[in-house]
């Protein structure tokens, strides 16, 4: 097996259980909102093609090195916090940011294309906004570039953006009770 099949293996494996009715990732918000994640295709797993590969290996080695930075630094802080927040009777938002200090979150990527001018893109500001609501400390963008460095960009938070979530969710849940209950009768 060549090293590249292996690193693809590994990160389509499946370890992160399978999807359930009512409970969402904040990390999915973005997909749910522009429609690459539907009802429809909720339940099926989707492999990552090679590209794709690349970037999430590449995402998780900057990460890896800046939690051994931060451990031997002594810097006090907590890596990859699950909270899961109740947004309605039926519905649980699942929140997990890389990296909470006492006083802030930083959430890292490591983008394929760059960000200009300082502005955070809808695709990390929606995970942001839900990280910001879970943990009522500001938050932070940490972009990963080449040679290592880490740019961090403020998050502000929008009440405007939380209800657009909020709704996003509410109207996604709906039509994937309506899309399981087509798979059971």
Sequence with gaps: MKVDEIVKAWVNKDDHGPRELGRYWASDISSITGGYLTPKSFFNKKEVDNFGVKLITSGIANEDMLTKIFTEMNVPFKAQVKKEMRVS??????VKPDFVFKNFVLETKYPYKPIRNGEIPLRYALQLECEHRAFHLPVYLGVFGYPFNVKTIAYAP????????????????????????????
């Design 158 to 185: 929008s009440r405007k953006r939380w209800s657009h979530i909020v709704k996003a969710l509410t109207e996604f849940h709906q039509k994937l009770k309506v899309e399981q209950k087509k798979l059971t009768n």
């Design 89 to 94: 009777d039926e519905i649980v938002l699942v």
